[in-house]
Nanobody
């Protein structure tokens, strides 16, 4: 059974940091691109950062320079290090895994990040 489980969300003050984790089970982690998305109330889900099976990374303009995506294939886990957090970063953050050959998507259940003083 495929599972993506996000963790690490919570309440943080503006300017603070959080690290999100996405633990994968039931998939060949090395053959999946990992992407973090987020969704705020009343807004569409948007791409935050992605990492390919070759460890190439891409970032949305609104997080570039503040967020860092990485993956540990030994632990089957992807990470999103978030620094200099802003209130507008408040959202539910979702992990997505896409198989390199088939394009099949898997999603986690999401983790809430709230940036507020």
């Amino acid at each position: 059974q495929v599972q993506l489980v996000e963790s690490g969300g919570g309440l943080v003050q503006p300017g603070g940091s959080l690290t999100l984790s996405c633990a994968a089970a039931g998939i060949n982690f090395r053959l999946h691109a990992l992407t973090w998305y987020r969704q705020s109330p009343g807004k569409q889900r948007e791409l935050v950062a992605g990492i390919t099976i070759g460890d190439n990374t891409n970032y949305a303009d609104f997080v570039r320079g503040r967020f860092t995506i990485s993956r540990d294939t030994d632990k089957n886990t992807a990470y999103l290090q978030m620094n200099s957090l802003k209130p507008e970063d408040t959202a539910v953050y979702y992990c997505n895994a896409r198989h390199y050959f088939s394009g099949y998507d898997y999603w986690g259940q999401g983790t809430q990040v709230t940036v507020s003083s």
